[in-house]
């Protein structure tokens, strides 16, 4: 069982960043891979970025290539998604995932969910 809680959202001018953290608990973090997905109103979950369970690996959305950075540190438990140049379109819920230790962009894969961090980009 993982538990994973979500931070760093808040509200951002367009062109700002954030960095979103997921702390996880248990012991086995890192047997895990990891993504970061988001959701904005009216619209489905999308995959944002993942991340392999040593890290060696990463992936990423089209839409945040270039912008954003997923990392993780299994010392402490934790994911990250450095967000830069932050666009409006970037407005949503964001929510981190705990899956299958490769590279995963699929909600369905994933097995356990936090509850998710508001991030607002205004123009």
């Known amino acids: 069982q993982v538990q994973l809680v979500e931070s760093g959202g808040g509200l951002v001018q367009a062109g700002g960043s954030l960095r979103l953290s997921c702390a996880a608990s248990?012991?086995?973090?890192?047997?895990?891979?990891m993504g970061w997905f988001r959701q904005a109103p009216g619209k489905e979950r999308e995959f944002v970025a993942t991340i392999t369970w040593n890290g060696a690996v990463t992936r990423y959305a089209d839409s945040v290539k270039g912008r954003f950075t997923i990392s993780r540190d299994n010392a402490k438990n934790t994911v990250y998604l450095q967000m830069n140049s932050l666009k409006p379109d970037d407005t949503a819920v964001y929510y981190c995932a705990a899956g299958p230790p490769g590279i995963t962009l699929y909600t369905g894969t994933y097995d356990y969910w936090g509850q998710g961090t508001q991030v607002t980009v205004s123009s």
């Open positions: 248990g012991r086995t973090f890192s047997s895990y891979g």
